[in-house]
């Protein structure tokens, strides 16, 4: 069974920077997109940022684009979220997740194995 694990949580001031990492065990997953997701207290689980199978693709959510990266490779088996410039709304548990994607031109277009989540806070 597929297992990812997210790292680097914490809490950060506004302005600053921190590094998400999600990492899974096994074989190195061919045809699995990965998706960042975060769920604030009282809020819906929103999508922040997902990337293609090979990496050719990445999508951002608005709120994000332009602060954000997502990145990593399934030969190192780790996924990386940089916030850069976080702010106070980006407070939130973050969970990554993996989809297969044959496209290698989108995100996966559902996600059925996740992480257990990390919590970031942004605060002065």
């Known amino acids: 069974q597929l297992q990812l694990v997210e790292s680097g949580g914490g809490l950060v001031q506004p302005g600053g920077s921190l590094t998400l990492s999600c990492t899974y065990s096994?074989?190195?997953?061919?045809?699995?997109?990965i998706g960042w997701f975060r769920q604030a207290p009282g809020k819906e689980r929103e999508g922040v940022s997902c990337i293609s199978t090979s990496g050719g693709y990445t999508n951002y959510t608005n709120s994000v684009k332009g602060r954000f990266t997502i990145s990593g490779d399934h030969a190192k088996k780790t996924f990386y979220l940089q916030m850069n410039r976080p702010e106070p709304e980006d407070t939130a548990v973050y969970y990554c997740?993996?989809?297969?994607?044959?496209?290698?031109?989108?995100?996966?277009?559902?996600?059925?194995?996740w992480g257990q989540g990390t919590q970031v806070t942004v605060s002065s």
């Open positions: 096994g074989s190195p997953l061919d045809y699995y997109g």
């Open positions: 997740a993996a989809g297969y994607e044959v496209t290698n031109q989108g995100c996966a277009p559902d996600y059925h194995a």
